[in-house]
Antibody
């Protein structure tokens, strides 16, 4: 059974930093392309970014709203993906979902999300 | 970059069929990788359709997808109470970037 568990969410002041983790099980993580998608309270879904498998080049791509501030990385030895969020803004307040992409153009399995609140 | 436009809401009675549209700009029309997600309140989204028309294992065949030009559609036939949820389309829009539609709230009357 595929399981994705996000952790590290919380309250942070504007301009601050936070790191989310996503621990995976139930599938070969080192072969997996992984993504982050976020959802602001009461709003729709927004693609944050994606990291390819190391065999696929390990390339990382980001959405325009977070490019230059957020960094996605992975540790295949720990079956874990990370989202380092810097220079946080109030508009980054959202539930952040970790996703396994079974193939490049779909988001197959979603975690339950980690809530990040940016507020003074 | 393309934006994907969905109607804010659609509704139908049990047993009826409804369609949710997802309209993008020309770069969206170049790709055939539209996916659709169902989200119940307080839950994580669930993949319902990928590559425009394909259903993952376990998804009811009452859900189907289609695409014509710059508009993709999700059709739900034989509406059931449990289909009431928010639905989002998503597509690759080039330049290693993905975009979601604004979401459509489906109400089963």
């Amino acid at each position: 059974e595929v399981q994705l568990e996000e952790s590290g969410g919380g309250l942070v002041t504007p301009g601050g930093s936070l790191r989310l983790s996503c621990t995976a099980s139930g599938f070969p993580f080192d072969d997996a392309w992984m993504s982050w998608v976020r959802q602001a309270p009461g709003k729709g879904l927004e693609w944050v970014g994606r990291i390819k498998s190391m065999a696929g080049g390990g390339t990382v791509d980001y959405g325009a709203a977070v490019k230059g501030r957020f960094t996605i990385s992975r540790d295949d030895s720990r079956d874990t993906m990370y989202l380092q969020m810097n220079s946080l803004k109030t508009e980054d307040t959202a539930l952040y979902f970790c996703i396994w992409c079974g193939s490049p153009h779909k988001f197959d399995y979603w975690g339950q999300g980690a809530l990040v609140t940016v507020s003074s | 970059q393309s934006a994907l436009t969905q109607p804010a809401s659609v509704s139908g009675s049990p047993g009826q069929s409804i369609a949710i549209s997802c309209t993008g700009t020309s770069d969206f029309g170049s790709y055939n990788v539209v996916s659709w997600y169902q989200q119940h309140p307080g839950k994580a989204p669930k993949l319902m359709i990928y590559e425009g028309t394909r259903r993952p294992s376990g998804v009811s065949d009452r859900f189907s997808g289609s695409k014509s030009g710059n508009t993709a559609s999700l059709t739900v036939s034989g509406l059931q109470a449990e289909d009431e949820a928010d639905y989002y389309c998503c597509s690759y829009v080039g330049d290693s970037s993905w975009v979601f539609g604004g979401g459509t709230k489906l109400t089963v009357l």
